[in-house]
């Protein structure tokens, strides 16, 4: 009774508005004296992050960003829906589009797949209601990312990467099995039999996908870049490892050391940061658990990418946290499950993989052209899946919007 008490009195202390602008110009302070305090260090993050980001983010990001909005402007993803239609709608409840969102979430990583399902549901492809299931599901983890960085680089080992891709994928559609039910019973939000086509003219969908592109692509660099900064103060300040002392205190019964807190944290926080410092001590079970929760859980940082896509399209970003959040549990139960029963010995080249030197080191131009060429063998196979849905909806009346 005395903790619910002091619980409700905090809360309504916490309505006011005076209080929640004095905590906010608390932290504002608070940032403000650790960029004074740790110049060198803070600048040295910032170019970090942009080395990140004209390494990694550009290259891989910029042609999927492009590939989306033409997939869907030039009205593609409405023929692919009627070809997958009655695959999408018994699996997830979502119209036959959606499954552009979602392949394009796998090949295109975070946060392409976001992206895609909002340029769906603001183009009217799918509804309000199928826009926050999709949200669920389909902002996945790239195979480049995972096979690349997380299996080669931080494990040293093929077969870890190859596990994480297939429990990564089966845990989206695990994902997605469950949030068919979220609002299952609105029969307003049910997709219609044939999905509509919505195309516009190659100039004009050509122009506004590369204005569109570079926008969203700007956005991400901010967030990274901003990310990296806040990882490094909070380390600096000591915040970081006190809470995973703390942590690691608490949890110590259960085997969760300071170590595996910090980890934890700095992974809840920034993905590529979290998956880094999954090298060194520690079962390899554990670590390839924690990484595949983390690979489904994304990071606050790509959370704060994709928010700043919804802005004020008026969707409900529960479903989308919801299901990250359950993407990792599913992915980290999963991949438990599966060194159970197909026990992984230790690689004997990944006791020299302390670090991972090789996000931001990227060639430039090879990450460009590895994920130019991606996004042109998407293309030709939606165009090529579209064709098929062309040919299967002849003799139906098809509904364009041409714009």
Not at 258 to 271: C, P, Y
Not at 385 to 393: D, P, Q, S, T, V
């Amino acid at each position: 009774m005395l903790f619910g008490g002091g619980d409700r009195v905090l809360s309504h202390i916490l309505r006011k508005q005076g209080v929640r602008d004095a905590v906010a110009g608390c932290v504002l302070l608070l940032c403000a004296l650790a960029l004074i305090c740790w110049p060198k260090d803070v600048s040295a993050a910032v170019r970090e992050g942009l080395g990140l980001c004209y390494n990694v983010i550009l290259p891989s990001l910029f042609p999927f960003f492009i590939l989306t909005s033409l997939v869907i402007s030039l009205g593609l993803a409405g023929y692919l829906g009627r070809l997958l239609e009655p695959v999408m709608h018994p699996l997830f409840h979502v119209g036959g589009s959606c499954a552009a969102a979602l392949a394009l979430g796998f090949v295109g990583g975070y946060p392409v797949g976001a992206r895609a399902a909002l340029t769906l549901y603001e183009q009217g492809q799918c509804s309000k209601t199928e826009c926050e299931r999709l949200l669920a599901f389909c902002n996945n983890s790239g195979p480049a990312f995972i096979l690349g960085v997380v299996g080669a680089s931080v494990f040293a080992d093929s077969r870890v990467g190859f596990l994480l891709c297939l429990v990564h994928a089966a845990a989206s559609f695990l994902v997605g099995l469950v949030f068919r039910f979220y609002h299952a019973g609105n029969r307003a939000s049910d997709p219609p039999t044939v999905s509509p086509i919505a195309a516009q003219r190659f100039s004009t969908a050509f122009t506004a996908a590369v204005k569109g592109s570079v926008t969203s692509t700007l956005n991400i660099c901010a967030f990274v870049v901003c990310f990296t900064v806040l990882l490094r103060l909070c380390f600096l300040s000591g915040l970081l490892p006190a809470m995973a002392g703390f942590l690691g205190r608490v949890f110590a019964p259960f085997g969760f050391t300071e170590e595996w807190a910090r980890r934890l944290l700095t992974g809840l926080l920034e993905l590529s940061s979290g998956v880094a410092a999954l090298t060194g001590e520690g079962s390899l079970t554990g670590r390839v658990s924690m990484a595949a929760f983390l690979l489904g859980w994304a990071g606050i940082s790509v959370h704060c990418q994709v928010l700043s896509f919804l802005g004020e399209s008026g969707l409900n970003t529960r479903t989308y946290i919801g299901g990250k959040l359950l993407h990792g549990l599913f992915s980290a139960a999963l991949t438990g499950l599966a060194l159970r029963v197909f026990p992984l010995k230790e690689s004997v080249s990944s006791y020299l993989a302390q670090q991972v030197e090789g996000i931001a080191g990227t060639d430039f131009y090879s990450a460009l052209a590895v994920s130019t060429a991606a996004a042109w063998g998407v293309f030709l196979l939606f165009f090529f899946l579209a064709a098929l849905g062309a040919r299967k909806g002849k003799g139906r009346r098809p509904v364009f919007r041409r714009t």
